[in-house]
């Protein structure tokens, strides 16, 4: 089944034998064995037993907490993996080594690829819209990464590229109804902004899982460094990620009609723009059809889902860290 997301506000959420349970209003909506959760995401205000609290810690699977609009609040997870050998290494990486500005170099080049991916798709299909001033912008981004030894030139690297592709996106959108100006996150002021600023939070999520899994400590990153509360290291492995899983899930959605604006509630005092309930939970369904997802790994040679790929990329940083591999490989797609 995968991850598990609660939607229903005051929901009660419970343990009956081996199995999750899920009530509201007296009513049983929710009744999954624990085998086959990988992680519970309670968005909204629920009730957790402590037997539920207790059965996930012993299996290992995050409980995740966000508001109904999609904000982060926190998570439980279990006791960290006691492998230390994979800690010592990505301490001993910190700050402007040889190491962090590889793997720095690795996340801004899978990243930015992959960003040029969805440009170059669409202007093959589009051949009557024009993308390559975008697409130029994006590659002149790419160049000169592998010559690049500063953290902060990275960065602005990253910056550069990033703002070339989402000033092209609003060309992706094509059906009425939707619009995209400039990336606005806090709070998002329009529903595609809202869906891409939720689609990051669940995959946050998703690759802290797989960063604890591994046996990294979260909080320590590279191109993320050194930000007080924020799980750098996710938000570093996140980014090959957000356009191959978010974006291109956010452009099917609203293209093919499975979202449309009256799917969207807006709050008038802070323009805030969110998904009302029935579109948060068909945006998650869309979410987990996404990740459950198959494709060729480069690297593998085998077919994996994206759920798997998560770990997989972070086992690939951890052997390039302790030295078993020469390179960080991200993970691109053409």
Not at 75 to 103: C, D, Y
Not at 135 to 163: C, H, Y
Request: proline share 5%.
């Amino acid at each position: 089944m995968g991850t598990v997301y609660i939607t229903q506000e005051d929901s009660f959420i419970g343990k009956t034998d081996e199995r999750l349970i899920v009530k509201a209003d007296k009513k049983n909506i929710l009744d999954v064995p624990f085998i086959k959760v990988e992680g519970v995401v309670v968005l909204g205000r629920a009730t957790v037993s402590p037997a539920v609290v207790s059965e996930l810690m012993e299996r290992k699977i995050p409980l995740s907490f966000m508001m109904g609009t999609g904000k982060y609040l926190g998570r439980l997870e279990p006791e960290m993996t006691k492998n230390i050998f994979v800690r010592k290494a990505q301490w001993q990486a910190a700050g402007e080594t040889e190491q962090s500005v590889h793997v720095v170099r690795g996340f801004v080049r899978g990243k930015l690829k992959n960003y040029r991916s969805i440009l170059n798709r669409n202007q093959r299909k589009y051949s009557e819209l024009d993308w390559q001033a975008a697409i130029d912008r994006v590659q002149n981004a790419i160049a000169p990464i592998d010559k690049t030894n500063s953290i902060n030139s990275l960065r602005g690297l990253e910056g550069a590229g990033s703002a070339a592709y989402f000033g092209a996106f609003n060309q992706l959108i094509r059906v009425e109804g939707f619009s995209f100006a400039a990336r606005r996150r806090r709070p998002p002021t329009d529903p595609v902004n809202a869906l891409l600023s939720f689609g990051y939070s669940l995959l946050r999520h998703d690759v802290q899982s797989a960063v604890n899994i591994v046996g990294f400590d979260p909080y320590l990153g590279y191109l993320h460094f050194e930000h007080y509360g924020r799980p750098g290291l996710a938000l570093d492995l996140m980014e090959e990620f957000r356009p191959l899983v978010v974006d291109s899930m956010v452009l099917n959605a609203i293209n093919h009609g499975i979202l449309k604006p009256s799917d969207f509630t807006s709050e008038p005092l802070s323009n805030a723009v969110f998904l009302s309930p029935e579109g948060r939970r068909e945006f998650l369904r869309q979410y987990e059809m996404k990740k459950q997802s198959e494709f060729k790994h480069p690297v593998l040679g085998r077919k994996c889902t994206y759920q798997e790929a998560f770990e997989i990329q972070a086992r690939l940083l951890a052997k390039y860290l302790m030295g078993e591999i020469d390179k960080y490989p991200p993970l691109f797609l053409r």
